[in-house]
């Protein structure tokens, strides 16, 4: 199993900065990525950005050269450092961990609780 703990939303100008975590926990052997999904008012959830295992990022082109995802092998937790927002980025942001083990067949595809973030003046 996969739990995940999620943080750093909140209400920020247009222009500004906040950074987001995700801490995975549980009984899992490997982390084979983490990422994160958003979700605006009305609209699906969409992906935002992502980190393997060996540290290979990919964003999506709405947020590429503003945010920054990243992970700490060692504390299983994500990042995201979001810059230059926009009001277009307020959703409620979500985590998601894929992991495997402990058995060979076993295999955890976890989403967080979601944290808001709000871009706005």
């Known amino acids: 199993q996969v739990q995940l703990v999620e943080s750093g939303g909140g209400l920020v100008q247009p222009g500004g900065s906040l950074r987001l975590s995700c801490t995975a926990s549980g009984t899992f052997s490997s982390i084979n990525l983490q990422g994160w999904h958003r979700q605006a008012p009305g609209e699906q959830r969409d992906f935002v950005a992502e980190v393997t295992a060996g540290g290979f990022p990919n964003y999506a082109d709405s947020v590429r050269g503003r945010f920054t995802v990243s992970r700490d092998s060692r504390t299983n937790t994500v990042y995201l450092q979001m810059n230059n927002l926009k009001p277009e980025d307020t959703a409620v942001y979500y985590c998601?961990?894929?992991?495997?083990?402990?058995?060979?067949?076993?295999?955890?595809?976890?989403w967080g609780q979601g944290t808001l973030v709000t871009v706005s003046s």
């Open positions: 998601n961990t894929q992991a495997s083990g402990p058995g060979p067949f076993d295999s955890w595809d976890a």
